[in-house]
């Protein structure tokens, strides 16, 4: 069957969900009922009534019967992913631990935990416990042995000035203009999701054009964030309230141009360049010198793209290394060469060669 992208289909999750092929799914984001188990009105100190989850939705007769319901649209997720995909799930102390076991019992593999600090929370009104200001996210792949998942990691580290992202991110609240409210001017849905969020673990876990599954879709965050960044999206929504919100909703939204979804690149997954097709291309030559940054240490080039600092010789790593006493040493940015700038390193002159190898 063909895949239902871009579509949010109304109706039951668990029937929906069987209803999609195997192994068709990029990415999982789901944010299902959290099961709070309110057992009466939550007031404010004045006695006005807090808005809080009390919806058909949320409501299940026991904690058995909240772990079945998890066991099986998780276990449908699973069958759906692709085998390098992945799945995140959200929730509150509520459910997240019997959400996590759940998880784990069915073979997926937990990458990260992710807490999500709001910098914004509800007060706790009553004073009786600490104000609750985080949920929970789970980052997980398919099963343990899947190694080829999405993590576009200097992606994240440049969203982040450039030091490596953490799994705690500060976000406010989903608020003002953001907030859907129905006709009568009331939030359509008590736990919308920041689109900050979405956009954040979709740009962290997927690449353009690909397709991201939630089965409780609400007014539709996943889908707007997806279309805004160029990936595709599937949803499904039982109630037809929220699902005609996120359908107006996800119309208005413009995404992005294609030059613009283009997102820091990883090394890792640029071509091998040896430090020999430096020397072939003529950009060193056997004989020039190489010094690091401060000009402490010098190495002679060899033909072979062999380094020899005294009477030892060896590739750009292993010299850099044995010059610093050090296990390990990255030579691409070790070691330097001089140019009319002063020292530049020969990291440079890869990147030469593999624009010359792209173009």
């Known amino acids: 069957m063909s895949l239902p992208v871009d579509t949010i289909i ?78 995140w799930v959200i929730g509150s102390y509520h459910n997240i631990f019997r959400v996590g076991a759940t998880l784990q019992d069915l073979g997926f593999w937990i990458l990260n935990d992710v807490v999500w600090r709001k910098t914004n929370p509800m007060p706790n009104f009553k004073g009786t416990r600490f104000t609750n200001a985080h949920e929970t996210l789970i980052w997980a792949a398919k099963s343990r042995g899947a190694r080829r998942y999405t993590f576009n990691y200097d992606a994240m580290k440049m969203a982040n000035d450039e030091l490596q992202m953490r799994s705690d991110w500060s976000l406010p609240l989903c608020t003002g203009e953001e907030r859907l409210k129905d006709e009568a001017g009331v939030k359509a849905h008590p736990t919308q999701k920041p689109e900050a969020l979405l956009h954040r ?10 397709i991201i599954l939630d089965p409780f879709f609400g007014t539709g965050t996943t889908g707007a964030a997806a279309r805004r960044l160029g990936r595709r999206y599937i949803g499904i929504e039982r109630e037809a309230a929220y699902a005609k919100l996120a359908k107006a909703r996800i119309a208005k939204v413009i995404p992005v141009s294609p030059e613009a979804m283009v997102v820091t690149g990883s090394k890792k997954s640029e071509p091998r360049v040896p430090f020999g097709q430096i020397v072939e291309a003529g950009l060193l030559r056997a004989g020039d010198v190489l010094y690091d940054e401060k000009g402490r240490h010098a190495a002679r080039v060899r033909a072979d793209g062999s380094l020899v600092v005294g009477d030892l010789a060896g590739s750009i790593h292993k010299m850099g290394a044995m010059a610093q006493s050090a296990p390990a040493c990255n030579g691409w940015t070790y070691w330097h060469f001089k140019s009319d700038a002063g020292l530049s390193p020969i990291d440079v002159l890869r990147a030469k060669v593999r624009q010359q190898l792209a173009a």
């Open 201 to 210: 673990l979709i740009l962290a876990s997927t690449r353009p054009g690909d």
């Open 10 to 87: 109304q109706g039951d999750c668990l029937e929906a969900l069987k209803a999609l092929p195997d192994r068709s799914v990029d990415l999982v984001f789901a944010d299902p009922p959290y099961n709070l188990q309110l057992g009466g009105d939550l007031l404010r100190p004045d006695n006005s009534k807090v808005d809080a989850v009390d919806d058909d939705w949320d409501r299940f007769d026991s904690f058995a019967a909240y772990d079945a319901f998890t066991k099986a649209w998780m276990g449908e997720c699973r069958r759906i992913l692709k085998d390098e995909g992945a799945l």
